[in-house]
């Protein structure tokens, strides 16, 4: 079966940061666009990060300049540095799969795998 497996969250001070991690397995991983989402507590969920096929990288406005995705194919694997940490970027970390339809998908609904999330909490 697909899994997509992440890990990295925790608990840290503002302006720290943390290097989140998505390892996949039971898909052609390299066929896949990727992509990094967030929910907090009583809030939809949010778009943060494409890792598109062909290796493009398009981030949500919230997070440019801070965050930094990449992909490594050989591993399978999808990663998200996330520098200068506010209180507002905790949430709950997702990353999510969807085989290459042609288009980019910037919002969570066709995305067609998830997995269980990683929880951020960035403190004041």
């Known amino acids: 079966q697909v899994q997509l497996v992440e890990s990295g969250g925790g608990l840290v001070q503002a302006g720290d940061s943390l290097r989140l991690s998505c390892v996949a397995s039971g898909l052609l991983f390299s066929n896949n666009a990727m992509g990094w989402f967030r929910q907090a507590p009583g809030k939809e969920r949010e778009f943060v990060a494409l890792?598109?096929?062909?290796?493009?990288?398009y981030y949500a406005d919230s997070v440019k300049g801070r965050f930094t995705g990449s992909r490594d194919n050989a591993k399978n694997t999808v990663y998200l540095q996330m520098n200068s940490l506010k209180p507002e970027d905790t949430a709950v970390y997702y990353c999510?799969?969807?085989?290459?339809?042609?288009?980019?998908?910037?919002?969570?609904?066709?995305?067609?795998?998830w997995g269980q999330g990683t929880q951020v909490t960035v403190s004041s």
């Open positions: 890792l598109k096929v062909s290796g493009g990288i």
């Open positions: 999510a799969a969807r085989v290459h339809d042609g288009r980019y998908h910037y919002t969570a609904a066709p995305y067609d795998f």
